[in-house]
């Protein structure tokens, strides 16, 4: 995998208490394997798909809280240092400070203003994902918040995005649908969507990042998922993009697992 240009998702770990429990369970529903756990940094294991890096898993540091299970999605810098204070100037704050990771790169972890945590990756030694849009590995992310007018502004002047609006001739795809993609160079090349919550029911869902994994077949993997203690909070359910269900697994974290390959319906207009 080649470099990823400012702002495109690049790579994705979660945390976990019981680290062979979900190594069990992402083996089994993503056909993962696992490399060794990198001691010196925290036991810090990468994922891996047909031999490429697709993910990390991670202990709790000892002694701290314990963590709630959650994906963090990466979003690559040539510049940590500086898109950290592009995030304090557009509102955000810093869950972690800029980092040095040995030869592999450096890090930060940030919260947008309306609550969503994600972090920067500025590459060294460790580009990022290895595979991306295939079975197994990463496809898409969106940004899920209840405040999508200062989520947008925050997106775009931290990273060089351009944006446009999903919809339907003059009108939202769906009523009470406000969704968003954000592109790099040209329009068309979407690199994160943004969804707001609790539309039109008057509800305030926290803001998060939800990841993508791609598989052969949503079904099965939801199947799987449930067997190992997981639970659908979502579908399966049909789109133009593909069949998709969002899950948990059996320690909370959630994901969305989808099938690009099966596709219902016109893909909506951007402007």
Same mark, same amino acid.
């Given at each position: 995998?080649?470099?990823?240009?400012?702002?495109?998702?690049?790579?994705?770990? *979660?945390?976990? =208490?019981?680290?062979?429990?979900?190594?069990?369970?992402?083996g089994?529903?993503?056909?993962?394997t696992?490399?060794?756990?990198?001691?010196?940094?925290?036991?810090y294991? $990468?994922?891996?798909h047909?031999?490429?890096?697709?993910a990390?898993?991670?202990?709790?540091?000892?002694?701290g809280?314990?963590?709630?299970?959650?994906?963090?999605?990466?979003?690559?810098?040539?510049?940590?240092?500086?898109?950290?204070e592009?995030?304090?100037?557009?509102?955000?704050?810093l869950?972690?400070?800029?980092?040095?990771?040995? =030869?592999?790169?450096?890090?930060?972890?940030a919260r947008?203003?309306?609550?969503?945590?994600?972090?920067?990756?500025?590459?060294?030694?460790?580009?990022g994902?290895?595979?991306?849009?295939?079975?197994?590995?990463y496809?898409w992310a969106?940004?899920?918040t209840?405040?999508p007018?200062?989520?947008? *502004?925050?997106?775009?002047?931290?990273?060089?995005?351009?944006?446009?609006?999903?919809q =339907?001739?003059?009108?939202?795809?769906?009523?009470?649908m406000?969704?968003?993609?954000f592109?790099?160079?040209?329009?068309?090349?979407?690199?994160?969507?943004r969804?707001?919550?609790?539309?039109?029911?008057?509800?305030? %869902?926290p803001?998060?990042?939800?990841?993508?994994f791609a598989?052969?077949?949503?079904? $099965?993997?939801?199947?799987r998922?449930?067997?190992?203690?997981?639970? %659908?909070?979502?579908?399966?359910?049909?789109?133009?993009?593909?069949?998709?269900?969002?899950?948990?697994?059996?320690?909370?974290?959630?994901?969305?697992?989808?099938?690009?390959?099966?596709?219902?319906?016109?893909?909506?207009?951007?402007?």
């Amino acid at each position: 995998m080649t470099d990823f240009p400012e702002g495109a998702p690049c790579w994705a770990d *979660a945390m976990f =208490t019981d680290v062979e429990g979900a190594k069990t369970f992402y083996g089994e529903v993503l056909g993962w394997t696992f490399g060794d756990a990198a001691s010196e940094y925290g036991n810090y294991t $990468q994922a891996f798909h047909d031999g490429k890096a697709v993910a990390a898993v991670v202990p709790p540091m000892p002694g701290g809280e314990e963590p709630v299970s959650q994906w963090t999605l990466y979003f690559a810098s040539p510049d940590v240092a500086g898109t950290a204070e592009k995030i304090k100037a557009a509102g955000g704050d810093l869950v972690m400070e800029p980092m040095q990771v040995g =030869t592999f790169g450096s890090m930060a972890i940030a919260r947008e203003p309306s609550g969503a945590v994600f972090g920067v990756w500025q590459p060294g030694d460790h580009k990022g994902f290895e595979q991306v849009g295939e079975p197994g590995s990463y496809c898409w992310a969106e940004l899920a918040t209840p405040d999508p007018g200062t989520a947008d *502004a925050f997106l775009t002047q931290v990273f060089p995005y351009g944006s446009q609006r999903m919809q =339907t001739g003059d009108e939202p795809v769906a009523p009470g649908m406000d969704y968003r993609a954000f592109s790099l160079g040209a329009p068309d090349n979407w690199v994160l969507g943004r969804m707001t919550t609790g539309a039109g029911d008057g509800t305030k %869902a926290p803001a998060r990042i939800r990841v993508y994994f791609a598989v052969d077949d949503c079904d $099965q993997a939801v199947a799987r998922a449930i067997k190992l203690g997981g639970q %659908a909070l979502g579908g399966p359910m049909d789109s133009p993009f593909g069949r998709f269900a969002e899950l948990t697994d059996q320690q909370g974290a959630v994901f969305v697992v989808i099938d690009p390959g099966t596709r219902v319906g016109e893909v909506p207009q951007m402007s």
